[in-house]
Each structure stands twice: as C-alpha cells, then as structure tokens.
C-alpha cells in the first residue's frame, strides 16, 4: 500500500518519508511516488516533478504554482503526519 509515513530531520529541514509499492524498473516507483503526493495533496499529478534524484532513494519534488498557497495547503495536508 502506497502511503505517507512521516516527517523526518534532514540537512537543511524536515523531509516527508513516503513508501510505494511500485518497482524502481522503468520510472514507476516514481510515477507512483508522484501519484501519491497529488493524492495526499490534492494536487494535480501534472503540477508534479521529479526535481532530482530520479535513480536515488532521497528525491526532489517540484510543485507547479503559487508558492504561498502550496506552503499553506501542503502545511494543512501534512499537518497530522507522524514527526510533524
């Protein structure tokens, strides 16, 4: 089951922790990574990129749109996660 498992410390801030079922094989655990953050969000899965580390375990999101509103939206959307 693909889920959002928590904030965790990293260098520089806080990470969201997720887990997919998806393989690594072809982009499509981050296909599924990406799918679940939109979901999780509610966001448009296209307002969502890799950013980098596309081959790595520890990646980068891009969120497409106001910075102000995705800060408060994905705050609330987080909010209740374990860590936070």
């Known amino acids: 089951?693909?889920?959002l498992l928590g904030i965790a410390g990293a260098p520089g801030g806080r990470v969201v922790r997720?887990?997919?079922?998806?393989?690594?094989?072809?982009?499509r655990a981050?296909?599924?990574l990406l799918r679940l953050l939109a979901?999780?969000?509610n966001l448009p899965r296209r307002?969502?990129?890799i950013?980098?580390?596309v081959t790595n375990r520890n990646k980068a999101v891009h969120v497409a749109g106001?910075?102000?509103q995705l800060i408060a939206k994905i705050t609330s959307e987080i909010a209740?996660?374990?860590g936070w």
Do not use: K
């Open 66 to 68: 106001d910075p102000q």
């Open 51 to 53: 950013a980098s580390g």
């Open 18 to 27: 997720a887990a997919v079922t998806a393989p690594a094989e072809g982009g």
């Open 30 to 32: 981050n296909e599924a």
């Open 80 to 82: 209740g996660l374990p």
């Open 39 to 41: 979901r999780a969000w």
């Open 47 to 49: 307002d969502l990129r």
């Open 1 to 3: 089951m693909d889920r």
